[in-house]
């Protein structure tokens, strides 16, 4: 049971627009929400991430955005440059199980010179 | 070094042996984590310990997983009698508490054959 789903495997943007990268889940006590990076041979890195009293975080290029009432968040990266093609998780925990975080299948992103 | 540091990189082994893979923390983070990520899959969490103590092991899928941080440090993540559906990529990450990002290392990948 996938409790986190990212539901497009793949995503091509031209450098200099938006990526805009989606995320859904399904467990109403989420709400610690977080967004990884992964590339190729190397273990994730921390990117991003927000908490249920917030609706958006921003830093630099990339924003966050979270609807409570739909479950759903998506990572916001604008301008896209080549550098930030990679694949990249969304994950969330709840308060009751803290430290147990349920990650999405991935969004390959792909940034087109 | 400063991140996180698994061995071995890759392991490949027969199917029924003996398999340990180690983690080597962030110094200084008391959160540990363990998790395994398919191909084409999110990373699933496995178990997760602070300090010594295996907080949350809920995430191990049967009794031949098992895994140890006897000084609050260093894991091993032991697997018996293997099968090939073990194979895949096995993460470690570490954090400083709830709200500081999970750490992750490079990962040890597992085949199986």
């Known amino acids: 049971d996938q409790q986190v789903k990212q539901n497009s495997p793949s995503l091509s943007v031209q450098e200099g627009r938006i990526s805009i990268l989606n995320c859904d889940y399904t467990?109403?006590?989420?709400?610690?929400f977080l967004w990884y990076k992964k590339y190729p041979a190397e273990g994730p890195t921390f990117l991003i991430s927000i908490s249920s009293i917030k609706d958006k975080n921003e830093d630099g290029r990339f924003t966050v955005f979270l609807n409570k009432s739909a479950k759903h968040l998506s990572l916001h990266i604008v301008p896209s440059q080549p550098g930030d093609s990679a694949v990249y998780f969304c994950a969330a925990s709840a308060e009751y199980n803290f430290n147990k975080f349920y990650f999405g299948s991935g969004t390959k992103l792909n940034v087109k010179p | 070094g400063a991140g996180v540091s698994q061995t071995p990189s890759n392991k490949v082994t027969e199917k029924g042996k003996y398999v340990e893979l180690r983690c080597d923390p962030i110094?200084?983070?008391?959160?540990l984590y363990w998790y395994r990520q398919s191909l084409g899959q999110g990373p699933e969490f496995l178990i997760y310990?602070?300090?010594?103590?295996?907080?949350?092991d809920s995430g191990l899928p049967n009794d031949r997983f098992f895994a140890v941080r006897p000084e609050g440090s260093v894991s091993t993540l032991k697997i018996q009698r293997t099968e090939r559906g073990d194979s895949a990529m096995y993460l470690c990450a570490s954090s400083e508490g709830r709200d500081g990002e999970l750490f992750f290392g490079e990962g040890s990948r597992l085949t199986v054959l």
């Open positions: 467990n109403s006590m989420f709400d610690y």
């Open positions: 310990f602070q300090g010594t103590g295996a907080a949350d």
């Open positions: 110094s200084g983070h008391t959160a």
